[in-house]
């Protein structure tokens, strides 16, 4: 009786180990969004009409953007290593052979963004086809230029502040995970996930721009629906720019700083 | 009366396995070659109240899981093994009270707490009385030395005073049993003999049941009378541990200090070399020619000292391990 | 039964202990918790700005059903936060130490570690709904009392989903992604399941019963809901906490037949 038993569960389980967890992770990439457009479709159904200025079938359009936006830019896998090598020692493994930290996770972050845009892509058709966003591609060739470079701008930004707040481990590695948890909660209330930012009452308003996170999905949105253009792009573009070069100063600084105190414990 | 029985123990997995690389991840997410791991393979013994009983074998042989089907954590594939008068996997807790599993390198207690607390669940957990718990808390605290330690934090000790305190911890509920998995294994010379004192000790006074898996001879030696070998999930062995010498042993070594230079070709016809550091030479003799040989070299060569001695242990089992006496 | 009890009660103070002893980590996460809960009531701010009802609710009633929504949600990571830290136990092989001891293997990996930070989020969570509650609603003590049996089924429903996960993670070890699907899915009760379309809202009633969970209570309370639905609600909730503990019993012989 527990032989067959046995077999079925061992091969059951073999099967599954790690292509589950794969597969688990794109459900839930996949899930997150259309949990938002349920949410939405819910609210609008009752009403049918516009809410804060936005139509149904724009409000869909966005949520679809987000998921587009947000597999390029929020895909990192550095952040859930960097801390765990700092708390367990296994940084100095890193630090005796000739190659820089940042630029090693930044380089395997590149990789895994690359699959994860590979998968993306069929993700996205599927949804396309399944929820029929109006989605209109930007003709204008500038404005592709401008989307590709505004979405490079943000995975850096992202990259750097991802890299920033695992740094924290160097003196508080107990405390990885609080830091994580904040930025975690800040990127999904603050960066658009759920709604256009303009949606926001002023004072919120005033106060996100006074961080980066509306960086990392609102406004490559906005350009790409060419609500953004000409000289206020050029406007974000320079928020980027300077927002990129205080994250990469601060994990910079930060590193050096944090590498002193580095005890290697734990090895 | 047997306290514990293993009747033709069997316990069989089924592993897959992955071509390396890309490529090798790739195809194996479509198709997968299942392998059969014979764990345990028909193991058959029984081990009387109060005995210390070592198993060893080469990582793999089977020796954690055979302990692991005794504890109750796995279920056999085939085979009866009563413990105490229980089954195992069924798991009483009536059962699970009278005995303890202490795996080397894995803990228990909790790690920014003092030991006291861990103690303290563990007595709840175990539904210790007060007053025995605080007579065998003495009693451990004393044979391990670790009075001032109790109310320390856990993750402020040492490695050897953190394994003492998994020990009382494992041992607050005086188990009749004790299932030691490796207990030897990450610790530094001294602190290994400390444990084996500990293990020996604590089977003196106690008259605990022991049984312990290790792969280092030095566990085996010191401790156990009753040594199980296990290898590729077969039992090759059981006895003591004289008997496996006479058993497998067929070869003597004679260990010769010359007092003048010898050429080691000339020493080759009395046997095999397996030492050649002028002026001392050890050789190995056929059991049966040891005498004569001895006499022989006494005779042609100059000697300053010579010795007969048995084989090493280590020696003997890696040789069973390899297949040439299997019995 | 008493003795489970006097050993959660061991783990919970200690959890808590441990935690209280963080406090720089204790303002993070508080901030945090609060901050997200916060920050969807300017969604909701955006809803009835346009329109003046949300699937037929009143902005009050909208609120408290949020508000429970949380209350209920807490209360769920408040009691249950050690299933998050499953896996490591499960690859680390530890989980055999506990699964040898004489206690309920689920005390230590379901109940083990209670969250301090959602109690606290809890007790503020409490207090608002002490002050909104009366200065919005009228609740009569059949409110109530529905209200607290339907909370009672909602932790049941919540302790189960929570042991399902438990057991997907004896089975296939990966699950920290499967805790973060769930909690996603919670999230659509911020709003009452009425809102949602009709195949939705069955998935969510009969399929995960998020929607029992969550909206029903908060119905309860405001006397929206027949006493016939309030018990057979509870009768899905036993009945659903029944079928995740045999699901548990059956993963664990699993563990038993082919870990190495």
């Not at chain 2, 089907?69 to 093994?81: E, K, R, T």
Request: proline fraction near 4%.
């Amino acid at each position: 009786m527990k032989k067959y038993l046995t077999v079925f569960h061992t091969s059951w389980q073999n099967e599954f180990t790690y292509r589950l967890n794969f597969i688990l992770w794109r459900v839930r990439n996949i899930l997150r969004i259309l949990l938002t457009y349920f949410l939405w479709n819910g609210v609008f159904l009752q009403n049918n009409n516009i809410i804060a200025g936005f139509t149904k079938p724009q409000m869909l359009t966005y949520v679809f953007l987000v998921l587009l936006v947000q597999s390029i830019v929020l895909s990192a896998p550095s952040g859930d290593s960097i801390g765990g090598e700092i708390g367990s020692g296994e940084l100095s493994n890193y630090l005796v052979k000739p190659v820089g930290y940042l630029r090693y996770w930044f380089t395997r972050d590149l990789s895994s963004k690359l699959l994860n845009i590979l998968f993306s892509a069929g993700e996205l058709s599927i949804l396309y086809l399944l929820l029929k966003p109006q989605v209109i591609l930007p003709s204008n060739l500038i404005t592709i230029l401008l989307f590709i470079l505004i979405l490079t701008l943000s995975s850096l930004i992202y990259f750097f502040l991802e890299v920033s707040t695992r740094f924290v481990a160097f003196w508080m590695p107990e405390f990885t995970w609080g830091f994580t948890f904040l930025t975690l909660v800040f990127i999904e209330t603050l960066s658009g996930m759920i709604f256009p930012l303009s949606l926001f009452p002023p004072f919120l308003l005033f106060m996100v721009h006074l961080t980066p996170f509306p960086y990392l999905i609102y406004y490559p949105i906005s350009v790409f629906v060419g609500t953004i253009s000409g000289i206020s792009a050029l406007a974000v573009v320079a928020a980027m720019l300077f927002w990129l070069v205080v994250l990469y100063k601060l994990s910079k600084f930060i590193w050096s700083r944090g590498i002193r105190v580095y005890a290697s414990e734990g090895r | 009366m047997p306290i514990i029985t293993v009747n033709h123990l069997k316990k069989h997995y089924q592993v897959h396995q992955k071509d390396p690389g890309l490529s090798g991840s790739i195809k194996s997410l479509f198709h997968r070659k299942y392998y059969d791991v014979k764990a345990v393979d028909g193991v058959s013994f029984s081990i009387e109240p109060g005995e210390l009983v070592g198993f060893i074998g080469p990582n793999g042989a089977g020796k954690t899981t055979t302990l692991k089907v005794l504890s109750g954590l796995l279920y056999p594939s085939s085979g009866d093994v009563s413990v105490l008068g229980y089954i195992p996997w069924e798991r009483k807790p009536a059962f699970q009270k009278q005995f303890s599993l202490v795996m080397g390198q894995k803990n228990q207690l909790w790690w920014d707490l003092p030991a006291m607390e861990s103690f303290l669940l563990n007595k709840e957990i175990y539904e210790v009385a007060d007053d025995q718990f605080k007579n065998t808390l003495d009693e451990l605290v004393d044979l391990l030395d670790v009075k001032d330690l109790l109310k320390v934090q856990v993750r402020k000790l040492s490695l050897g005073q953190r394994m003492k305190m998994e020990l009382i911890a494992a041992l607050i509920h005086s188990p009749k049993i004790l299932f030691l998995d490796e207990p030897t294994i990450g610790l530094d010379v001294v602190m290994q003999k400390k444990m084996r004192d500990f293990i020996k000790d604590y089977n003196r006074k106690f008259n605990a049941t022991i049984l312990l898996t290790s792969h280092y001879m030095d566990d085996v030696k010191e401790l156990c009378k009753r040594t199980i070998i296990i290898d590729k999930g077969k039992l090759l062995f059981d006895g003591a541990l004289s008997e496996i010498i006479k058993k497998y042993a067929d070869h003597k070594l004679l260990t010769i200090v010359f007092s003048n230079g010898v050429e080691q070709k000339d020493l080759e016809k009395y046997g095999v070399i397996k030492e050649f550091e002028s002026p001392k030479v050890v050789i190995s003799v056929k059991r049966e020619e040891a005498p004569k040989v001895a006499a022989k070299i006494l005779e042609k060569f100059p000697v300053e000292d010579l010795n007969i001695e048995e084989p090493q242990i280590e020696d003997i089992i890696r040789e069973v391990f390899t297949g040439k006496d299997v019995a | 039964m008493k003795k489970s009890l006097k050993i959660w009660w061991f783990y919970t103070a200690n959890s808590f202990q441990q935690m209280a002893a963080n406090r720089v980590a204790m303002v993070i996460f508080l901030f945090g918790k609060i901050f997200r809960i916060a920050m969807f009531f300017v969604f909701l701010n955006l809803v009835f700005f346009s329109a003046k009802s949300l699937g037929g609710y009143t902005p009050s009633q909208a609120i408290l059903f949020y508000l429970i929504f949380n209350l209920i949600d807490t209360t769920g990571q408040l009691l249950f936060r050690e299933v998050y830290r499953f896996r490591p136990l499960l690859v680390s092989g530890d989980l055999d130490l506990i699964l040898v001891k004489p206690i309920n293997p689920l005390v230590r990996v379901l109940l083990g570690g209670a969250d301090l930070f959602d109690l606290v989020v809890f007790a503020a969570l409490l207090v608002i709904l002490l002050i909104y509650i009366p200065s919005n609603f009228i609740v009569t003590w059949p409110f109530f009392f529905g209200f607290l049996i339907l909370f009672v089924g909602s932790l049941l429903i919540s302790a189960a989903l929570h042991i399902a996960i438990l057991s997907f993670g004896i089975l296939f070890i990966s699950i920290d992604h499967l805790v973060m699907i769930y909690r996603d899915l919670t999230a659509l009760m911020r709003i009452p399941a009425d809102v949602y379309s009709a195949p939705l809202r069955f998935l969510l009633t009969f399929i995960i019963p998020l929607a029992v969970m969550f909206t029903l209570p908060a119905k309860a309370l405001m006397g929206l809901i027949t006493w016939p639905n309030i018990m057979l609600s509870l009768i899905i909730s036993y009945f659903i906490f029944h079928i995740s503990l045999i699901f548990w019993r059956w993963s664990l012989r699993f563990y038993g037949s082919a870990s190495s």
